[in-house]
């Protein structure tokens, strides 16, 4: 049972964690847990050009540690295919077994599922299915500053939120002069969070430096250079893990 005042961290399939204090007295709170050995999850990508979808698998363990996972059936991937565990040496990954896999302009469809070889660190064996969720197309749109329309090096950054924009979260991020690295994104790296929501930035807009979910996140460099070429972005999130992103460019 919770009682009150305790914390609850809870890790989601996307790797976020959400904390939820309880401040009051609680009764009938207790947690079931999952009897399955692990977890698999697919979530698409989509960008806004319509040429560029991608599908994002991953597995986790629960009851049971997979030290080897095999992605073995599904359409529109090559398989069998071997999936690498997160956490490694030139891993970009946070945790779990995860691999990507580019669509180009083949769209994924609702209710295709995928199947999983497991190998467990007991040596015992099993599978698991995912299925697709959604491919969205609630883009952001108007997005501005683009080349061409500003030579500000620290612009404000506005967009138009997709109908039905509360039944969304939203993830922001500014990349890639001449030299490469990513310069600012909200949510920031350290953050719990796995994105903004329209009530938190209503204006659809950000004040260059100003991150209104974290004060302490600041664009790095703290200015952008003039003629040098960049990229932005916002992605809209629905409550699967599923995206749709658009992006254009911005040279001051």
Known sequence: MIDAGDVQDATENGGSSATTVISGPTTNLNL???????????????????????????????????????????????????IALCGGNGSSCGHGFQINSGLGATAPSLGDIYSFNVTYSDTSTGTLN???TGVLTAFATNLAPQTGTSNST????SWSYPASAGDY?????????????????????????????SAQIPSASLTW??????????????????????????????SYGNSAWT??????
């Not at 079931?32 to 319509?50: D, R």
């Open 32 to 82: 079931t847990l999952s009897g399955a050995n692990a977890a698999a999850t697919v979530t698409t990508q989509n960008n806004n050009s319509g040429s560029s979808y991608q599908l994002n698998f991953q597995v986790n363990g629960l009851a049971e540690l997979p030290v080897a996972v095999t992605l073995t059936s599904g359409p529109n991937v090559i398989n069998p295919i071997d």
């Open 247 to 252: 992006q254009v460019n911005y040279q001051p």
């Open 130 to 132: 995912a299925s697709v």
């Open 209 to 238: 430096g100003i991150d209104p979910t974290d004060s302490t996140n600041m664009p790095s460099p703290s200015s952008l250079n003039l003629g040098a070429n960049y990229s932005w972005q916002i992605q809209v999130l629905d």
């Open 169 to 197: 979260t939203y993830q922001f991020s500014l990349c890639c002069s001449n030299s490469g690295g990513q310069i600012w994104q909200i949510p920031g790296n350290n953050s719990n969070a796995n994105g903004f929501t």
């Open 154 to 157: 620290t612009p404000t950054f």
